[in-house]
């Protein structure tokens, strides 16, 4: 089956008429942790129910006196995602917004194999988490519009997974796909080369991980493979810190050569560079990832950012506010992404997501949930 250029037939009919008019979560997560590796903090953390269940517990009687501190949330945190399935979450999401939203879940392949950067076990394959998501968008087809996470290291993942996506397999479930380079490869790729070639000639969307954050992972050296002009790379790095594995693997100019080569590519940048490096803009350092990501949105037509997991700073509000009403490829180019349930480690994902609409306003949120993802995903 050939993929189609248009959006509306790769996805159901119900799924765009919905998503045309309403407003759209572009980054949120209902994986839970069967999905997650117990070797991915860097140590053999038993993942087991009973474990997490005693964390659980810990954090959330450590401050008796408080239900509004750090410990409690990442007790909460641990709550969602050790005992509430996939649906479960996904509901509980539902829950947060007007009946009509949209939601744009991203998978996660943090499948252990010998080619990766995490060690450990997972309680559940990757191929589940597909078949899990299949079945949600069939119960919910008007309110879900997941994307695909993509490993290139994956033995054929063109042919097992990014092509039955989008073709007839798992056809009109995903709209788009997944990076996630902080486990240990570069957009660069060869094979992800392959895939954005394919991206961009039928405008399919990406959404990477992009922000300052620390990476885990049971690796110190990497083999690392990328394209440069007509040529394949092969790379033997060692990195001696989650820092120093993030700078590598997340840094923005790791897109360059990909969008020279695809300057058309429909790509996210998310997360806007994160904490970290928007605390530098904000105290005046413009050598931040927010400002390379703003200079690839200013000169690549379809390059965007979101604004997920910074909602929770009021200080980043008044730095978007300004970008927005200074900046015209900002006001344009910034999606609406929750993270959720990622958030909620840094407090009640309500209040969250209240503070962040009220104090933006309807103007800039409808912009940045409907005519701004709309353009991104291509309806």
């Known amino acids: 089956m050939e993929i189609s250029t248009s959006i509306k037939d790769r996805v159901r009919d119900e799924t765009f008429s919905t998503a045309k008019t309403s407003a759209i979560d572009i980054h949120c997560h209902v994986f839970n942790f069967d999905n997650i590796p117990d070797g991915f903090l860097g140590i053999r953390l038993p993942f087991t129910k009973r474990f997490l269940k005693f964390v659980s517990f810990i954090l959330h009687h450590l401050n008796p006196f408080s239900h509004k501190n750090i410990l409690d949330n ?115 790729h060869p094979i992800l080369m392959e895939i954005f070639k394919i991206c961009e000639e039928k405008g399919i969307p990406v959404i990477t991980h992009c922000s300052y ?67 530098k803009w904000l105290k005046g350092d413009t050598n931040n990832w927010g400002c390379r990501i703003l200079d690839l949105m200013e000169r690549y037509p379809n390059v965007y950012t979101d604004c997920a997991f910074i909602m929770h700073e009021p200080k980043f509000f008044k730095l978007i506010e300004k970008l927005i009403f200074s900046n015209e490829v900002f006001r344009n180019k910034l999606l609406y992404g929750s993270d959720y349930y990622m958030i909620v480690t840094e407090g009640a994902f309500r209040a969250l997501k209240t503070n962040f609409t009220t104090t933006l306003g309807d103007e800039v949120m409808n912009q940045i949930s409907k005519e701004n993802t709309r353009a991104f995903l291509g309806i």
């Open 74 to 188: 990442y007790g909460y945190f641990i709550d969602v995602g050790r005992k509430r399935k996939p649906e479960e979450i996904t509901l509980k999401l539902f829950d947060y917004y007007p009946q009509d939203t949209v939601f744009c879940p991203l998978l996660m392949d943090m499948q252990p194999t010998a080619d990766t950067g995490i060690k450990g076990k997972v309680h559940k394959d990757y191929m589940d988490q597909i078949l899990d998501m299949v079945a949600l968008v069939s119960k919910y087809p008007t309110k879900l519009m997941p994307f695909v996470a993509i490993d290139p290291r994956r033995k054929d993942v063109i042919e097992k997974i990014f092509l039955p996506c989008f073709q007839d397999v798992y056809w009109k479930t995903f709209v788009g796909i997944k990076i996630y380079p902080s486990i240990g490869y570069l957009p660069s």
């Open 213 to 279: 954050t620390q990476t885990y992972s049971s690796y110190r050296d990497f083999t690392v493979q990328h394209v440069e002009g007509d040529k394949i790379i092969t790379d033997h790095v060692h990195l001696c810190t989650g820092d120093a594995i993030c700078n590598y693997f997340n840094h923005p100019r790791n897109w360059e050569p990909v969008l020279k080569q695809f300057p058309n590519l429909r790509l996210d940048l998310a997360h806007f560079g994160g904490d970290i490096e928007l605390k």
